[in-house]
DNA sequence: AGGAGCATGTAACTAGTTACATGATTGT
DNA sequence: ACAATCATGTAACTAGTTACATGCTCCT
């Protein structure tokens, strides 16, 4: 389970409660991994009793309590053994590609008008992205040795928001200059 | 559901069997959403005490008998109601982003490698795509009607293949001319 | 005799979503 | 008073995966 080894990665690089962890999948982590805090808590459980991390609960003042999870050395084998496991390339799972592939069936304004909005969320999280590595790694040619993975994946992140925009504009030209209705 | 409603596009355009159904998304619409035959009479079933789907038993010579699915009236419904509503962006998900990113806590020759492999799947991919698109659309200046969605489809497929390669060729770019261990 | 293709499913499980539930503190 | 943030979870459900099960025909 891939969720399971995200949270470990998580914990490798330094120690989180539940509702950290669900604040860092919202952040950097879950720009290509999404995860909810009833999923985080869930697995974090199960994690626990399978000895991959363990925890230590944290009286705060003025605040609740929070459990604070670190990973364990069977937590680090298991991170080890998974990141030497080459990964099958995940199969894109697009409802938007659904829809695109029925425009004879459905009303082709209404979807000219979706792609529209599509673009403008592309070209916003590009933006977003930009922002970041701008930000984060100003000089790409010095980076750190923890840095150069982070970096290499905001790189993809920037790529696959870039090309995503360049299709929406490529439907959008395909469909404004052929034979319109509506 | 989204599986639900690719399978109505599949049968407004003819109607099927469940095998048929799983061949197809083996095939077309299984580039961006793949089913299993398990699952795909699974919801077939569901659809079906829905009515937004119906069978006929079909007896065959020298085959097992099938079960041909036709799409409703209420079915039809459904979809033009489905593709009328925008679909939210799909977050990716992606593994191989999560073990880049855990790249200082890895054997890093063994990611280099596992990069190839990826690239080599995506370039024979994009090739499978070229090969498609120069078959079924010689000529994308002329498409009739129901061709266009379908071709704008590929060439998001063609987009992302390509995207992705040039990704990974970035990747092993960065991790060849910075520092090596191993 | 063995394998590939046609054809349909069930059972058990894992993963993920949505709705609900609680309760303190800090800011408007 | 009301909302936001911190913090943890349960319950019910939907979606999807993996393994198992059957049986016929055609090709080698």
Chains 1, 2 share one sequence.
């Not at 894109?92 to 403008?120: I, P, T, Y």
């Not at 590009?126 to 790189?155: H, I, M, Q, T």
Request: include cysteine; aromatic fraction near 8%.
């Amino acid at each position: 389970m891939a969720l399971e080894h995200a949270i470990l990665v998580s914990l490798a690089e330094r120690s989180a409660s539940g509702y950290d962890l669900a604040r860092r999948f919202d952040a950097s982590i879950g720009h290509f991994w999404k995860a909810s805090h009833q999923q985080i808590y869930k697995v974090l459980g199960r994690m626990e009793s399978d000895k991959l991390v363990e925890s230590n609960l944290v009286a705060q003042s003025g605040r609740p309590d929070k459990k604070v999870y670190e990973i364990t050395a069977d937590g680090r084998a298991e991170l080890t053994s998974w990141l030497a496991t080459p990964t099958p390339p995940e199969g894109l799972r697009s409802e938007f590609a659904v829809k695109l592939r029925a425009l004879h069936l459905g009303d082709r304004a209404n979807l000219v008008e979706q792609v529209r909005v599509r673009r403008a969320q592309h070209a916003a999280q590009l933006a977003s992205y930009e922002a970041s590595a701008a930000k984060y790694y100003p000089d790409p040619s010095a980076l750190c040795e923890d840095e150069v993975g982070p970096f290499l994946v905001l790189r993809g992140g920037l790529r696959t928001e870039a090309g995503a925009l360049e299709w929406c504009d490529e439907i959008l030209m395909t469909l404004s200059t052929s034979s319109r209705d509506g």
